[in-house]
């Protein structure tokens, strides 16, 4: 069974998008289905994407491959079988189900793994050469939620050339583009590796609370700063952990509103601390004079 936000909107929703949503698939997938004879609206075929729906279809009124689509709560953001699915994408990987041009797709190679029974769609996507944490969900919704959300993405950056922290984390909390970032210098070397100080390569903890095209690239881009290696190493509260390089590891599902790593990331500065209470005014004492 397939599940789907609630219709109850006043305004109406165009049926490819509702299947979007559902099944976790692209829109243009969702329109294929329809225009092949593959949804039913009250037992009757459609195939016309653009089908608006405007009252409230109840459970078993609305079918795709002959399965029901049900309505889900609008009090539960998610349902019981929602399944989330951490991948170590490789570099050099696209985020994609296929390539004209033959390059390796990360989904094609993960469908052997996960199997083709269920599909599984990528919450938000990295570029080609970033590397690192990958969120998969076969709740079309939820995914769509986490890539909307102000939840915390945590990236590790290698970037060539030396940088003052405190002058790039205050132009990073007024950036005019962007919502506030936060950086600091990599807490930890990766792979046991020890930060070599005569080294030109600097590695960067950079934190976002969106996720925009190419956002950490860019916006170094800006500050002289080439990224020569980029890796998501969190998401919310998933993390990437030691999950080895092309591998998966199936998490239990957290709502979104559960999650702590989320919020604004504007940095704000300390007040003066108040003055004791038992201290007392100044009193001036002046010498008496001679007489």
């Not at 570029?127 to 993405?153: F, V």
Request: one cysteine or more.
């Amino acid at each position: 069974m397939i599940r789907c936000a609630s219709s109850e909107r006043t305004e109406p929703i165009r049926l490819s998008k509702l299947l979007s949503k559902a099944a976790g698939v692209s829109r243009r997938e969702a329109e294929r289905w329809i225009v092949q004879g593959d949804v039913t609206l009250f037992g009757q075929v459609v195939r016309l994407p653009q089908q608006l729906i405007t009252e409230e279809i109840a459970p078993g009124q609305l079918q795709a491959h002959g399965k029901p689509v049900l309505l889900r709560d609008n009090n539960n953001t998610t349902n019981n079988n929602t399944r989330v699915i951490l991948v170590h994408k490789m570099a050099g990987e696209l985020v994609a189900d296929s390539d004209p041009q033959g390059r390796p797709c990360v989904m094609h190679r993960l469908k052997r793994l996960l199997g083709s029974k269920q599909h599984f769609k990528a919450v938000g996507r990295l570029d080609m050469m970033t590397e690192g944490l990958l969120i998969l969900t076969n709740d079309g919704m939820y995914a769509r939620e986490m890539e909307m959300s102000n939840l915390h993405r945590t990236y590790r950056v290698r970037v060539h050339g030396r940088v003052s922290i405190p002058y790039l984390q205050r132009q990073l909390q007024y950036h005019g583009l962007y919502r506030p970032m936060k950086v600091a210098l990599a807490s930890a070397p990766l792979r046991g590796r020890k930060r070599n100080e005569k080294s030109a390569n600097t590695w960067l903890e950079i934190t976002c609370s969106e996720g925009k095209n190419r956002q950490v690239r860019k916006v170094l881009e800006q500050f002289g700063l080439t990224v020569t290696r980029l890796i998501r190493v969190g998401f919310g509260d998933f993390h990437l952990h030691n999950i080895p390089a092309g591998s998966t590891l199936e998490v239990p599902m957290k709502p979104i509103e559960q999650q702590k790593r989320q919020g604004s990331l504007v940095v704000r500065k300390k007040a003066a601390p108040p003055p004791p209470n038992d201290v007392s005014p100044v009193e001036w004492v002046f010498p008496e004079t001679s007489r």
